[in-house]
């Protein structure tokens, strides 16, 4: 429910929101929620314990969460919030005044900057986390060839997410495992300007996801080995021209359906495809 203050019979003014048991304190204007400042608190009885102030999104009837300070035991991270979740670099300030740089990634803390070492290995810089002398735990690692990695390590080797740059441009963000490509991720390769964004399996094969290319064609959909198109997935050529159906080891094997879009839209056509020809 809300409570608040209306001129002309629309909401004018601050109001407290109810919702989940939690009060949401806001300012409206003219009926509309000005959300750039929300305070956001516990009720327990008469007393209201702070737990957010800042800005928030309202949406499908939630508050999110998108820049500010968040109230906890010992303290109060302010930062952003991607997804409803504390993402990026974060000030703790704590109760007896100090302050603390943390690393978050999806509400995830990777690390406490202030507790981070900087070591000199092989071929590259390194500034994070170390276990027995090894990089452990949150880290970034910049290459004697200009390239760069941060992200989670196990054992001196990435591991979880983490992102590296490569010195030809080249960039990989998403799971590593011990030191190799695999499951979730985003790919931009610099010099073709072909971009992925899928699921990579142990032997670096994508078996799902979307290639998009530089002329602007793309395929989303099911993968082979090698990265050719193989199952269920739909292709859009620069020209706007459709094919979506099942392919075969690259080739569109089977029923097509074959439409544009953009500019000229042409009703889909039902094809039938063997190795590519049309039947």
């Known amino acids: 429910r809300f409570e608040g203050y209306f001129a ?13 048991n939690k009060v949401y304190r806001l300012k409206f204007v003219d009926g509309k929620p000005i959300t ?4 956001v608190y516990q009720r327990d009885g008469n007393v209201d314990k702070a737990i957010f102030h800042g800005a928030c999104q309202y949406r499908d009837g939630r508050y999110v969460f998108q820049e500010g300070a968040l109230f906890v035991d010992d303290g109060r991270l302010v930062g952003k919030w991607k997804d409803g979740q504390l993402d990026g670099t974060v000030e703790k300030h ?48 910049h290459y004697d060839d200009g390239g760069t990695y941060k992200g989670n390590w196990q054992n001196d080797v990435p591991h979880g997410n983490g992102t590296t740059v490569y010195a030809n441009g080249d960039t990989y963000q998403g799971n590593f ?17 072909i971009t992925f964004d899928g699921y990579l399996d142990s032997n670096n094969n994508c078996t799902k996801g979307k290639l998009v290319y530089a002329d602007g064609s793309w ?27 099942t392919w075969l080891h690259g080739k569109k094997h089977g029923n097509f359906n074959k439409y544009s879009v953009g500019k000229t839209h042409v009703d889909p056509v039902s094809c039938f495809y063997q190795d590519d020809m049309v039947c």
């Open 8 to 20: 002309s019979d629309v909401r004018h003014g601050y109001f407290e929101h109810y919702l989940d």
């Open 36 to 39: 750039n400042y929300v305070e």
């Open 94 to 141: 704590n109760q007896d005044g100090t302050t603390s740089t943390l690393i978050y990634d999806k509400g995830r803390m990777l690390c406490d900057l202030s507790k981070l070492q900087k070591v000199q290995f092989a071929g590259c810089s390194y500034v994070g986390m170390l276990q027995d002398g090894k990089r452990h735990g949150y880290g970034e690692a």
């Open 177 to 193: 495992d011990m030191g190799n490509w695999q499951g979730n991720c985003k790919i931009v390769w610099k010099q073709s300007g």
């Open 219 to 245: 395929y989303e959909g099911e993968f082979g080995e090698s990265w050719c198109y193989h199952g269920a997935g739909k292709h859009v050529a620069a020209n706007g021209v459709v094919h979506e159906g």
